[in-house]
């Protein structure tokens, strides 16, 4: 926040390295920017075609993976389109009624009582993944910091609030469905189901599709900005580039 507020030319995470450090740095900020961010992309549009798929398939339709991909596209690309208040007042709207089904699962699961077999994690190495990836989300504070115009104090306060709120509710969703679930949980999705009512099965791919849907909005918008911010580009240009290589 403080590196944002303190140049007089906004730009996202590459250009603010190429301004501080030089252009070699630069260079190097830009080729690992646009790898992460294109790939994690990627990733997100699979994923969104997955838990698409899976929650028709409990309301009794079959529905290619590839569909579900388009219809994150679509949905993502046009988003991006109409503008970042607007992209940010539906990223927004799905996050909340996200972590209140993300709760809502958690203290089902509590509810369901203790598993007979205690919750044993797995390769503990593993959790160092999730910290390296917790840090794609340090180029996304550009955006926040443009939606709080020129208050430095307010974007602290949204980025830390906003941070320990989706870290807590996330935790007891964890700590929850291990306490509930025992040996049975493994590192397959549906094992989440064991620990969970009926209805569980509805709930979990539509908030898996929401987590995956803000994530990519997030992205596409992060990508449009750095086209435009950081190498000028026009802005339609700047959204189809954002979009085309997924």
Same mark, same amino acid.
């Given at each position: ?45 699979? #994923?969104?075609?997955?838990? #698409? ?35 940010? =007042? ?5 996050? *909340? ?29 593993? =959790?160092?993944?999730?910290? *390296? ?10 955006? *926040? ?21 989706? =870290?807590? *509710? ?16 493994? =590192? ?5 189901? #064991? ?52």
């Amino acid at each position: 926040i403080d590196v944002i507020f303190a140049r007089k030319e906004k730009h996202r995470l590459p250009g603010h390295v190429r301004e501080i450090l030089g252009r070699r740095w630069g260079v190097l900020a830009t080729t690992t920017h646009f790898i992460q961010l294109y790939g994690v992309q990627l990733v997100y549009l699979l #994923l969104g075609g997955a838990f #698409l798929q899976a929650f028709m398939a409990t309301v009794g339709y079959a529905v290619p993976v590839w569909v579900g991909m388009l219809a994150v596209f679509i949905f993502g690309a046009g988003a991006i389109r109409l503008g970042l208040k607007k992209v940010a =007042s539906a990223d927004a709207a799905i996050t *909340i009624v996200m972590l209140a089904l993300l709760l809502l699962v958690a203290v089902a699961a509590w509810k369901h009582g203790p598993a007979p077999t205690h919750f044993i994690p797995r390769l503990p190495w593993e =959790s160092f993944g999730l910290i *390296i990836f917790a840090l794609t989300g340090l180029p996304f504070i550009d955006g *926040i910091a443009d939606l709080c115009g020129k208050d430095r104090a307010f974007a602290r306060r949204v980025v830390l609030r906003r941070g320990v709120l989706a =870290s807590f *509710i996330t935790w007891f969703f964890a700590c929850a469905l291990a306490y509930a679930g025992g040996t049975q949980i493994s =590192s397959q999705p549906h094992d989440l189901l #064991l620990a969970l009512p009926e209805w569980g099965k509805f709930v979990l791919p539509l908030t898996g599709l929401m987590a995956v849907t803000t994530a990519y909005l997030s992205l596409g918008e992060e990508l449009q900005a750095t086209w435009i911010r950081d190498y000028r580009f026009e802005s339609s240009r700047a959204w189809a580039v954002a979009f085309i290589p997924t």
